[in-house]
C-alpha cells in the first residue's frame, strides 16, 4: 500500500516505530482521518513535529486549512496574552495595572466597556473596582444579585446575547446612566485557591453576540486580574507588617540595632541614636566592628556566643564606651534573629542606658544607709520591669538581675 494510502494514525506509527499519541484516540476517529473531529483532537495531545507534518500531508485541502485556521486562532491568543505582559509589566500600582488590564480586555474582545467587580467579606456586597463609561461612583449590591451576583455565586460564567430578556439582569443602572446593555460576557475572578474574589463583565460586544473564543481569553485576563490582586495584598500585608515593626521601634524607649548575617548594621531606632550619639547615616550599612570596637569589643564577644549558643546573650550594668570618650552604662541583650526555617539571619542589640539610674543610687547613697538604698531600688525596679514587659525583649532572668544591683558586673552577665 502507498504511503498517500495509508491513514495517518498509520503514517504517525509508521515514522516513530511504537505507540503515537494519536494511538489513544478510538478506532471510528482514526479511521476518520479526514474529519475536522481529528483536527480538534490534534490539539488535545503532544505530537512530534514529524507527526504533525504527516497528517497534514494526509489530510483533505479543506481539513488542511481548518486546522490552520485552529493553529493561527491558537497563537492569536498566546499573542494576545504576551502582548498583556508586555503592556503591563511595569506597571507597579495596582489602581494602573487593573485599569489597563480592563482596556485591553475591552480593546481585545471589541466590547463596549468592561468592569471588574470585586467581593467585599465583610458586607457580602459586589463592588465596582475598575469601571468604564460614565460611571463616576463607585457601585455596589448585594454579591448574589443581577448577573454578576448570579456568577459570583455559581462560579460560572455565562454569555447573554440580550440583556432585557434575562430576568436576572438589573435594569437600574441603564435606567440611572441612560446607558443600554445589550450583550454581556461575565465571569468569575477566582484566586489560586479556587475561590471566587470578584467578576469581570463586558458589555456589548460589536458586530456580532459574544463567542466562546472572547470566555476563553477574558478567562485569561481574568487569571492576569486575580493575580495582580493577590499580589497586591501579599505586599500590602508585608507593608502593614513592616509599619507595625516600625512603630514599635519608634516608640521604644530601649535602643534596638540590627544586624546581618555578616554583622553589618541594618537597622536602628531613635532611642538608640540618642544613647550612642550618634547619627543614623553615620552607622547604617557598616560592618558592627566599626563600631564597637577597642573598650567596646565585648559587644562582639556576646556575638559570638550567641552565634554559638542561638540563645539571647544578656550583659547587665555594662560600660560603653562613647565616640566622644563619655561612658553610658547600660543593660544589653543580644538576640538572634532566625527565619521560618529555623536559620539564622542575623542580631539584635537592645540597649537599657542605666545611667540615670546608677546617678541616683550614688547620689541617694551619701545621705542614706546601703541597705535602704538597695530596699528603695528594689522596688522601683517593677517599673523598670513593667518597661521591659512592653518592649517584647523582656524575660524572668532579666528581671531577676534587676532586683540583685548590688552584684558586680562580672557576676550579673550571663546567657539564657
Not at 495517518?8 to 479526514?34: F, M, N
Not at 495596582?94 to 467587580?117: G, Q
Not at 545611667?355 to 551619701?366: F, H, I, L, N, W
Request: charged share 25%; net charge negative.
Amino acid at each position: 500500500m502507498a504511503e498517500s494510502d495509508k491513514n495517518p494514525t498509520e503514517l504517525v506509527g509508521a515514522e516513530s516505530g511504537s505507540r503515537s499519541s494519536l494511538d489513544i484516540l478510538d478506532s471510528e476517529t482514526a479511521h476518520a482521518a479526514t474529519s475536522s473531529n481529528l483536527v480538534s483532537q490534534i490539539f488535545s495531545h503532544r505530537l512530534r513535529q514529524a507527526d504533525v507534518e504527516k497528517i497534514l500531508a494526509a489530510l483533505s485541502e479543506a481539513d488542511r486549512n481548518e486546522f490552520i485556521g485552529k493553529l493561527g486562532n491558537l497563537l492569536s491568543r498566546v499573542s494576545a496574552l504576551a502582548d498583556v505582559h508586555n503592556r503591563i509589566a511595569d506597571i507597579l500600582s495596582l489602581d494602573l495595572l487593573l485599569k489597563k488590564l480592563i482596556e485591553i480586555i475591552t480593546e481585545t474582545l471589541n466590547a463596549d466597556r468592561s468592569t471588574l467587580y470585586l467581593h467585599d467579606t465583610e458586607t457580602h456586597e459586589l463592588f465596582s473596582r475598575i469601571a468604564q463609561g460614565d460611571l463616576t461612583q463607585e457601585i455596589r449590591f448585594p454579591s448574589t444579585a443581577g448577573i454578576a451576583g448570579s456568577v459570583f455565586t455559581s462560579g460560572e460564567s455565562v454569555i447573554i446575547d440580550d440583556a432585557y430578556r434575562d430576568p436576572r439582569f438589573n435594569q437600574a443602572i441603564d435606567k440611572a446612566t441612560g446607558y443600554r446593555t445589550r450583550s454581556i460576557l461575565c465571569m468569575p475572578v477566582v484566586n489560586k485557591s479556587g475561590i471566587p474574589i470578584g467578576v469581570t463583565q463586558v458589555l456589548n460586544k460589536k458586530g456580532g453576540p459574544f463567542t466562546p473564543e472572547d470566555e476563553r481569553r477574558l478567562r485569561a485576563f481574568s487569571a492576569q486580574a486575580a493575580i495582580a490582586l493577590e499580589n497586591a495584598q501579599l505586599f500590602e500585608d508585608v507593608m502593614n507588617a513592616r509599619n507595625y515593626n516600625e512603630s514599635i521601634l519608634k516608640s521604644l524607649s530601649n535602643g534596638v540595632i540590627t544586624l546581618d548575617s555578616e554583622e553589618k548594621i541594618i537597622k536602628v531606632n531613635e532611642a538608640v541614636l540618642k544613647i550612642l550619639r550618634l547619627k543614623e547615616w553615620d552607622i547604617i550599612d557598616r560592618p558592627a566592628s566599626d563600631l564597637f570596637s577597642g573598650n567596646n569589643a565585648w559587644i562582639l564577644d556576646s556575638v559570638k556566643a550567641v552565634r554559638r549558643s542561638g540563645k539571647t546573650d544578656l550583659s547587665m550594668d555594662t560600660d560603653v564606651v562613647l565616640q566622644d570618650g563619655n561612658i553610658v552604662s547600660v543593660n544589653l541583650a543580644v538576640v538572634p534573629l532566625i527565619d521560618i526555617k529555623n536559620e539564622s539571619i542575623g542580631f539584635m542589640f537592645v540597649f537599657e542606658d542605666i545611667s540615670s539610674e546608677k546617678r541616683v543610687k550614688g547620689t541617694m547613697a551619701r545621705y542614706m544607709s546601703r541597705d535602704l538604698v538597695e530596699q528603695l531600688l528594689k522596688e522601683g525596679s517593677d517599673v523598670l520591669v513593667g518597661s521591659l514587659r512592653k518592649s517584647r525583649f523582656y524575660s524572668p532572668t532579666f528581671a531577676s538581675s534587676l532586683q540583685s544591683p548590688s552584684r558586680s558586673a562580672h557576676e550579673r552577665r550571663w546567657r539564657c
